[in-house]
């Protein structure tokens, strides 16, 4: 389960929901697996690495076994990416702590700003396999 980098995010975000649809689009080789925070296979995976399995505040990154988060997990997804996304590493001069503070401002607010599902996204038939169950 574990041989790809895997995506843990908020399933019922409608803002995170489409920051994992553009990572789909984007990521044509095929890198990724994601699973929602929510489901089944997320939880484990929360379970397994010591993380709160009750706050879904944080994108997750699990990549070689080492749990990545907020704007550092988002910027090692975007150095996966196609050649062009990959400036976004500039964005690593500027302090976790910093970077951090605006994840958690636009976290808390995402719900407000962007809406919320009732339930997590259900990928396509075509995009099944790169979920986890």
């Given at each position: 389960?574990?041989?790809?980098?895997?995506?843990?995010?908020?399933?019922?975000?409608?803002?995170?929901?489409?920051?994992?649809?553009?990572?789909?689009?984007?990521?044509?080789?095929?890198?990724?697996?994601?699973?929602?925070?929510?489901?089944?296979?997320?939880?484990?995976?929360?379970?397994?690495?010591?993380?709160?399995?009750?706050?879904?505040?944080?994108?997750?990154?699990?990549?070689?076994?080492?749990?990545?988060?907020?704007?550092?997990?988002?910027?090692?997804v975007m150095n996966q990416l196609p050649w062009y996304w990959k400036e976004a590493q500039i964005l690593r001069i500027v302090p976790t702590a910093f970077r951090d503070a605006i994840y958690d401002f636009i976290a808390k607010n995402r719900y407000k700003w962007f809406g919320k599902r009732e339930q997590c996204m259900v990928p396509t038939a075509e995009l099944r396999s790169r979920f986890l169950t």
């Open positions: 389960m574990e041989e790809h980098p895997i995506i843990l995010f908020d399933g019922v975000c409608n803002f995170c929901n489409s920051a994992i649809n553009f990572v789909l689009k984007q990521d044509k080789k095929g890198i990724f697996r994601f699973a929602p925070l929510q489901s089944e296979a997320g939880q484990k995976l929360l379970q397994q690495y010591h993380l709160s399995t009750k706050e879904f505040n944080s994108f997750v990154l699990i990549d070689n076994g080492k749990v990545y988060k907020k704007s550092t997990a988002s910027l090692r």
